[in-house]
């Protein structure tokens, strides 16, 4: 099974860390990064796309992408 998941957040060192972890756990990045302006917060929101192939493992809408 191929895994999807985008993560977002405010554009600082947590989010790098976050993708950090989830690349260290096995995820790859897919595409480029997504940047974007929050006026009402006055800072920079990031995107990344990861992708993870997971063996064993079929799709089903009960799986929790978090606690792959």
Do not use: H
Not at 6 to 18: H, L, Q
Not at 24 to 49: F, H, M, S
């Amino acid at each position: 099974m191929k895994a999807y998941r985008y993560i977002t957040g405010p554009d600082d060192a947590e989010f790098c860390r976050r993708i950090t972890r989830l690349l260290n756990e096995g995820w790859e990045l897919a595409g480029q990064p997504t940047l974007t302006y929050d006026a009402n917060k006055q800072r920079v929101i990031c995107g990344q796309t990861v992708l993870k192939e997971i063996s064993g493992l079929e799709y089903s809408e009960d799986i929790d992408l978090n606690s792959i």
